[in-house]
């Protein structure tokens, strides 16, 4: 039970954090920032790969996420 409670809390803690990068990220997109744009794409990209890895979140939602940001950075370009 400590454990799973332990886990939850981490795992909550990790998936707030995508959301929040995630924001960031559309916010400069709307902003019309593309350079700060395609840096905070780096870091979300590898955020979501780190927690693929670790079984926060699914393979593929990562991926998908990973590449509908993408098409809209290629599109604001």
Do not use: C, P, W
Not at 5 to 18: D, E, F, P, Y
Not at 31 to 55: L, V
């Amino acid at each position: 039970m400590r454990n799973s409670t332990r886990k939850r809390l981490h795992n909550r803690s990790v998936t707030s954090r995508l959301h929040t990068l995630e924001k960031g990220y559309l916010k400069l997109l709307s902003a019309g920032k593309k350079d700060e744009a395609a840096t905070a794409y780096k870091q979300i990209s590898s955020a979501f790969d780190k927690a693929a890895k670790t079984g926060v979140v699914h393979r593929a939602t990562a991926n998908r996420k990973k590449s509908r940001l993408a098409v809209r950075l290629a599109h604001a370009k």
